[in-house]
């Protein structure tokens, strides 16, 4: 894949990910961030420079639609967005108008967006029936345990052994979907990671919901639409999906980069899940994100030495199984 469409398959995603006007001032902060690291690696788009376009509307959408010239690479663009519009959950008004106007501009086959819009609407649908989507934890904020319960560790009903065979169950699952050429491969990895905190914080006596544990993970450091964008931009820069919609975007094995990522984070905030509320929720947000980047670095040193295990879940996985395994049954 060309440098330019490149550039144009990012800002495409960018555009999408910025749609929303209520994304919170540290997402977009993480959104640069990501920018600024991605490009830094050779051979590819500058993603730093796409943003500041984005940004400061130095280019305009036609002109980097125009700029995907090949029909495949324009259905990679919109599902893209489609992922990323719905990485916190149901699509808002703003981002279901920007995405029925891409759909018009890309012009992308009818019958291939219907098909993936059902299957991304099939995996936010099975993650918000998989947790609660109202619970008594609901109103409170991460980390703000009154001093007077800071002294009650809850007493796990699962041995720590069995903890850290889930977590790491899941972290090879969400590795293994890096390796699939599907676009809703990506979209289950959240949906997992959620999946995961709610079973450890049942695991101590704590019934959660998917606001306070969307919290959680962004309270560490783990922004959920700069999940995607990470996925997606060193895919892109590694050139690994150039190929045209309805052949391989990319060959199993060979999504290194993404897979690292996506089982180092998964691992790491399974751990840090693990030690936040097995200790009584007392750390605050500052303490999350330190200790989850202490936690990084070891767990992606461990990726390499379960590249096999992670190589055959991706053999073992298709649409019925992930969500399947989003669900819970």
């Known amino acids: 894949m060309k440098p330019e469409e490149q550039s144009a398959l990012l800002a495409i995603v960018l555009h999408a990910a910025l749609t ?7 997402e977009r902060d993480e959104i640069r961030r990501i920018a600024e690291s991605i490009s830094d690696d050779a051979g590819g788009a500058d993603l730093g420079r796409v943003y500041q376009d984005v940004l400061l509307r130095r280019v305009s959408l036609d002109a980097r639609i125009a700029a995907l010239t090949d029909a495949g690479q324009r259905q990679l663009a919109y599902e893209m967005a489609v992922c990323v519009c719905d990485a916190d959950g149901r699509q808002s008004e703003a981002e279901l108008r920007f995405l029925g106007d891409l759909k018009t501009r890309l012009q992308i086959d009818v019958q291939q967006a219907a098909t993936f819009d059902a299957e991304a609407d099939a ?12 619970a008594g934890e609901s109103s409170r904020p991460v980390a703000a345990v009154p001093a007077a319960a800071a002294a009650t560790v809850f007493q796990s009903s699962v041995p720590e052994a069995e903890l850290d065979k889930s977590i790491l169950n899941y972290a090879l699952v969400n590795g293994a979907l890096e390796l699939l050429p599907q676009s809703w491969a990506s979209m289950a990895i959240i949906p ?32 959920l639409t700069s999940q995607y964008l990470e996925q997606f931009g060193r895919k892109l820069l590694g050139g690994l999906l150039g190929k045209a919609a309805g052949k391989t975007f990319g060959k199993l094995g060979g999504a290194a980069t993404g897979m690292a990522f996506s089982f180092a984070t998964t691992y790491a905030l399974g751990q840090l899940a693990k030690r936040y509320y097995a200790g009584g929720r007392v750390m605050n947000a500052a303490m999350l994100r ?8 070891p767990a992606k040193q461990m990726q390499a030495q379960y590249v096999p295990q992670i190589r055959q879940q991706a053999e073992t996985l298709d649409m019925g199984r992930v969500m399947a395994m989003v669900r819970g049954s």
């Open 192 to 223: 997992l990671q959620v999946k995961m905190v709610y079973g450890i914080g049942k695991a101590h006596g704590v019934a959660l919901d998917q606001g306070h544990i969307k919290e959680f993970i962004a309270a560490a450091g783990v922004g």
């Open 20 to 26: 929303d006007g209520s994304k919170h001032d540290r």
């Open 290 to 297: 330190d200790t989850f980047q202490n936690l990084l670095a």
């Open 123 to 134: 995996i936010v649908a099975s993650s918000e029936v998989a947790v609660p989507v109202s």
